[in-house]
């Protein structure tokens, strides 16, 4: 079953350049770790060869996942965005209800997000709550703490 993943065009290349630096440089890295330790001796008790195998294997397997990540990839046309309501890559600027704080994030796909510049997950608690409302919506929000709400004052795009 395919996991189709949308990405923003920033999201895609970051990607795309984290894929590449695997196959054209950690790649032949591990192959070369694998050549030193096999001139070392006997392979049958060299764990030098084996640890280099083996970190050889896991990077394959990250470059496999990373490949059907970058298969499976949809680039999202920001154009195209309705900001009437609250979709993946909608800006949306928020009020705590409890406490009158405001904040502004941006819903992102999991692998984009990063709170430290306001990108949050389309999956997480908040970003779930607030897919499809409007403005002057009230999202409830459930946390592991209880319920927060959240006053949408405003939509934008990127």
Do not use: W
């Amino acid at each position: 079953m395919s996991n189709i993943s949308y990405y923003t065009v920033e999201g895609l290349q970051k990607l795309k350049d984290e894929l590449n630096h695997l196959k054209d440089i950690e790649r032949p890295k591990a192959s070369q770790a694998i050549a030193e330790a096999r001139d070392k001796g006997d392979l049958s008790e060299n764990a030098e060869y084996d640890a280099a195998k083996e970190a050889q294997g896991l990077l394959e397997l990250r470059i496999s996942k990373m490949e059907e990540t970058f298969a499976n990839a949809r680039l999202i046309d920001e154009s195209q965005l309705d900001t009437s309501k609250v979709l993946v890559l909608s800006t949306v600027k928020l009020k705590n209800q409890a406490n009158g704080m405001e904040m502004k994030y941006t819903l992102v796909a999991e692998s984009e997000a990063d709170l430290k510049t306001g990108k949050i997950s389309v999956t997480s608690p908040i970003g779930k709550g607030l897919l499809g409302k409007s403005v002057g919506d009230v999202a409830e929000v459930q946390v592991p703490n209880g319920i927060i709400k959240f006053e949408i004052l405003e939509i934008t795009r990127n």
